[in-house]
């Protein structure tokens, strides 16, 4: 079956010991994007969980296919953005999705976000949880402040033209996340911001989609004392380099 649109979809699924949620994503990929029939591939990235979440991923491979799940693990926990770049030399689609496997990025969203991206040709779509009627769910209070008071701040000091900087469910056209990518310096959660600032450098064109985020099911959070510090400092980079 050809796509609707004539593209292909990447999917990156960065993972670190997400067994148990991993079937789900999959399931939701496999669902929302074959059953609209869209061409696509999901590409699962394990940096050598110590729960199995890559013999999962492997029992997924032989489940759907070859094609549709690409196993390219690494050796170590190496940081989200070089993560990206390890799939994309992998990846056949042209335009690639960012999301999390820890079911808070439901792929229900997809198919609105590819809509919005033909509709206006945008060079990247960015779902928001703080404009248009997105919201979050499943956090507590003081998550919930931490993570407002983050993207005020960005906003306030960086103005980067996009209502949630500091989300990470998106979709770049290929070669516009190979350039922000090889432009990018920062690490872990201030990687997905610099992305947003370093697209209104390049004047890269930006939609934003309404999404629902939702706490993860299974597993721990990974946001922690040295995450917020670290966040800050890159927060204070980018407003002293741009």
């Known amino acids: 079956m050809s796509s609707p649109t004539g593209n292909k979809y990447t999917v990156l699924l960065p993972t670190y010991q997400e067994r148990d949620n991993l079937p789900l994503i999959v399931w939701l990929l496999v669902k929302h994007l074959g059953g609209c029939g869209y061409n696509y591939e999901i590409i ?13 991923a492997k029992q997924l491979q032989e489940i759907y296919g070859e094609d549709k799940i690409v196993l390219r693990p690494r050796k170590a926990k190496l940081g989200l953005g070089t993560a990206y770049v390890h799939g994309v030399k992998h990846a056949t689609g042209n335009f690639i999705i960012l999301m999390d496997a820890d ?11 590819i809509k919005k991206q033909s509709e206006g040709n945008y060079d990247i779509i960015s779902g928001t949880r703080y404009a248009l009627g997105g919201g979050v769910y499943g956090w507590d209070l ?13 906003q306030t000091l960086l103005r980067p033209g996009a209502s ?13 996340l190979e350039e922000l990518v090889s432009r990018c310096i920062s690490k872990g959660y201030v ?3 610099e992305m947003i600032v370093r697209a209104r450098e390049c004047g890269y064109t930006l939609g934003e989609v309404p999404i629902s985020f939702v706490d993860r099911l299974y597993g721990e959070s990974k946001l922690g004392g040295m995450e917020i510090v ?8 980018l407003f002293a380099t741009t």
């Open 164 to 176: 949630d900087l500091t989300g990470s469910f998106r979709m770049y056209r290929k070669d516009v």
């Open 191 to 193: 990687f997905q911001m």
């Open 103 to 113: 079911l808070s990025h439901h792929p229900k969203f997809i198919p609105e976000f």
């Open 230 to 237: 670290s966040y800050a400092k890159g927060l204070l980079y």
């Open 44 to 56: 699962v990235i394990d940096d050598n969980s110590p729960d199995g979440t890559l013999e999962v």
């Open 142 to 154: 003081m998550r919930k402040l931490i993570s407002r008071g983050a993207n005020f701040l960005a």
